[in-house]
């Protein structure tokens, strides 16, 4: 039973942030592709003994390398902030709706009518158009 929420609590999250995961995934294969091209080069660089090629050759490794890493702990770091963002969006719909109802009860309608006006859902377009 463990292990079945465990795996549905995984592919839920992977399903949510499916973007992001994938984003992240390509940016580390492409640290461990700059790294698998720059072997490659200085191996080629030394057989042809062109070794001053090597000052620069390093640090754009690095550089590329730095780079995905930062991005990528950056967007790891981001998933979260994003449920936090939608988390603030429902409070402030909320906050939206009581003052709504602080509207329509402070107006000059009677408290029947004022309740009436906001537990009532309205069905379809001409409701809505005759409530405004």
Same mark, same amino acid.
Do not use: C
């Given at each position: 039973?463990?292990?079945? #929420?465990?795996? #549905? &609590? ?6 949510? &942030? ?9 940016l580390l294969s492409v640290v461990l592709?700059? =790294? ?6 200085? !191996?080629?660089?030394?057989?042809r003994k062109k070794l001053e090629y ?11 390398? &730095? ?12 998933? &979260?902030?994003?449920?936090?963002? !939608?988390?603030?969006?429902? =409070? ?6 009581? =003052? ?12 029947? !009518? #004022? ?10 377009? #001409? ?6």
């Amino acid at each position: 039973m463990f292990k079945q #929420a465990k795996s #549905a &609590f995984i592919w839920y999250h992977l399903y949510k &942030f499916r973007r992001t995961v994938v984003l992240i995934v390509l940016l580390l294969s492409v640290v461990l592709f700059s =790294q698998w091209i720059y072997s490659d080069v200085v !191996e080629y660089l030394t057989l042809r003994k062109k070794l001053e090629y090597l000052d620069i050759l390093l640090p754009i490794k690095w550089v590329i390398i &730095f780079f995905n890493i930062g991005l990528s702990s950056y967007l790891i770091t981001s998933l &979260f902030k994003k449920e936090k963002k !939608e988390e603030v969006k429902v =409070q402030s719909d909320v906050k939206k709706e009581k =003052q709504k109802e602080d509207t329509i009860k402070s107006s000059t309608l009677s408290e029947r !009518e #004022a309740s009436f006006l906001y537990k009532k859902k309205l069905s379809n377009k #001409a409701d809505k158009l005759v409530n405004g």
